[in-house]
């Protein structure tokens, strides 16, 4: 069977979910915690990074574009997420290659780090400073959403893509911290939404961290 090294609060690790679980992919979740960097699973993937997908053959495909593209390649669908001509698909790409670096750069690892890691290894007190520089980059990336939502039904064009995909997954970890103000962003909300009800996104809404609740309306799906 395939294994998933993940971890449930790294968005990278949950837009291998949703993908893996849109395609109806049988998998086995082992959790990591990439900060403590155990040696069998830096034997698996030097870099210390999840998500790592070890296929039923032994392959090790490690990072989320990467994966994305090997199950592209590798796993027969009549859904394909990187879709359409040329120029589609490298918007597709461009779009999750945003949320993959840019957001996770901009919001994702600082919350991250502040909400949960510095509490888990015991770093101190979260940093005011980074925080506040994190919300505000996260309100310009919901900024952004809410325009490519209005432009259509999905961020990337005509049908739901990878881009949506990684996108939703990166913003599911901070709306778990409860930190998005969905009324400021009413396109946002309304494409978010959409993701949210698709049956590949229930095993995200039932993640519940050691010692770390969920906000309240976060596996609501009128929320």
Do not use: C
Not at 117 to 137: D, E, F, L, W, Y
């Amino acid at each position: 069977m395939r294994v998933l090294h993940h971890h449930p609060l790294y968005g990278a690790s949950r837009t291998v979910r949703l993908l893996l679980a849109e395609r109806n992919l049988v998998y086995l979740p082992k959790m990591e915690t990439p900060w403590d960097r155990h040696e069998d699973f830096l034997t698996i993937n030097p870099s210390g990074e999840v998500p790592v997908l070890v296929t039923e053959d032994g392959d090790v495909v490690s990072g989320t574009m990467v994966i994305a593209e090997y199950l592209e390649e590798t796993e027969e669908s009549d859904n394909s997420l990187i879709w359409g001509t040329a120029a589609e698909r490298a918007e597709i790409r461009r779009l999750a290659d945003w949320f993959e670096r840019k957001f996770v750069t901009e919001v994702g690892t600082p919350l991250l780090n502040e909400r949960y890691i510095k509490r888990v290894v015991a770093r101190g007190n979260p940093s005011s400073q980074v925080m506040r520089a994190a919300m505000t980059n996260l309100h310009i990336h919901l900024d952004y959403i809410d325009w490519l939502a209005e432009q259509g039904n999905w961020l990337a064009g005509k049908a739901m893509s990878l881009a949506d995909l990684s996108a939703a997954a990166h913003l599911s970890v901070t709306d778990y911290f409860g930190d998005i103000d969905w009324d400021r962003h009413p396109e946002a909300r309304q494409w978010y939404a959409k993701i949210k009800s698709r049956p590949s996104f229930r095993d995200l809404l039932a993640d519940v961290v050691a010692g770390l609740t969920p906000a309240a309306h976060y596996a609501d799906l009128d929320f």
